[in-house]
C-alpha cells in the first residue's frame, strides 16, 4: 500500500455516499486506500458507512464509539493505516476527494522523498473567514517562530517516518497545527498547493457556525499553542 488516506466523519451520513463516488472517480490505482473513521457520530453515518463500505475497493472503516475530538478520529485511523504515505482530509466535500490524489502526485513527482509534507492552501473563502485565518496564521507564526499559513487547509500529505515520530499529538482540532509545526520544526519540505473551499452541500460544521464558535476555537488553539512551544 502506498498511500492511506483518512476522513474522519462526524454526522456525515448525507456526505459520504457523494465523497465515496469522487474517490471512485479519482483513484486510478489499487494501492491507495481510504480509510473512513466514524468518530462517534449521532446521525447515521455508521450504519451508511456499514452498508456502503463492501460496494468500494480501497475503503476499509473504523469506528469510535464516544466522540473525543477530530484529532482523535484521524489518529484512530492513522493508527490502522498500511500506506508508506498517511494524510487526512474531511468529510464535507469542501475539500475535493482529488486533491488528495493531487498531494500524492506532487510527492511521487519529488521522487517520493521522505522529507516533504504536502498541504493544502485554500481558496474561495468568504472574506470574515479569510480574516480569521489570516490573525490566526500571523499570531502562530510569529508566536511559535515557523512559517504556519492557513493551518486548517487540507489536505495532508506525508512519509510514514514522520507520523511515526509524534509524540502525544492533540485529539482536538490542534492537530492540524501540531503536524504543521513538526513538519516546520523538522526541516521537511513543506509544499502547498491550491485548492477551492466551497459551501458544504449537506449537513453543519460541529465548530464554525457562529462567532462564539470562533471564540472558543481561538481559546483551545492559544491554549495548545502555550503547551506546544514549552514542551517542543
Not at 1 to 13: D, F, G, H, T, W
Not at 57 to 81: C, D, K
Not at 90 to 100: E, F, N, W
Amino acid at each position: 500500500m502506498k498511500l492511506s488516506v483518512v476522513i474522519p466523519c462526524y454526522n456525515e451520513q448525507d456526505s459520504i455516499p457523494l465523497m465515496l463516488e469522487r474517490f471512485k472517480e479519482v483513484i486510478k490505482t489499487d494501492d491507495i486506500e481510504v480509510i473512513l473513521v466514524n468518530n462517534g457520530s449521532t446521525d447515521n453515518t455508521a450504519e451508511v458507512l456499514d452498508t456502503l463500505r463492501e460496494k468500494y475497493t480501497f475503503v476499509r472503516t473504523a469506528n469510535v464509539e464516544v466522540n473525543q475530538g477530530y484529532g482523535f478520529g484521524i489518529l484512530n485511523g492513522l493508527s490502522v493505516a498500511r500506506g508508506e504515505f498517511l494524510g487526512w482530509s474531511h468529510a464535507d466535500l469542501q475539500t475535493d476527494p482529488y486533491d488528495c490524489i493531487r498531494a500524492y502526485q506532487i510527492i511521487k513527482e519529488h521522487g517520493g522523498s521522505a522529507n516533504l509534507y504536502v498541504k493544502g492552501l485554500r481558496g474561495n473563502r468568504p472574506l470574515f473567514d479569510r480574516f480569521f485565518t489570516s490573525g490566526m496564521s500571523i499570531f502562530e507564526t510569529l508566536y511559535l517562530g515557523q512559517a504556519l499559513w492557513d493551518i486548517n487547509a487540507q489536505p495532508n500529505i506525508f512519509h510514514r517516518n514522520f507520523y511515526e515520530s509524534w509524540n502525544s499529538p492533540p485529539h482536538d482540532f490542534s492537530l492540524d497545527l501540531y503536524a504543521l509545526y513538526l513538519a516546520r520544526k523538522n526541516n521537511l519540505k513543506v509544499i502547498r498547493f491550491s485548492v477551492q473551499f466551497p459551501k458544504r452541500k449537506h449537513g453543519k460544521s460541529s465548530w464554525n457556525t457562529s462567532l462564539r464558535g470562533k471564540l472558543k476555537f481561538i481559546k483551545r488553539t492559544l491554549d495548545f499553542s502555550v503547551k506546544l512551544k514549552r514542551n517542543l
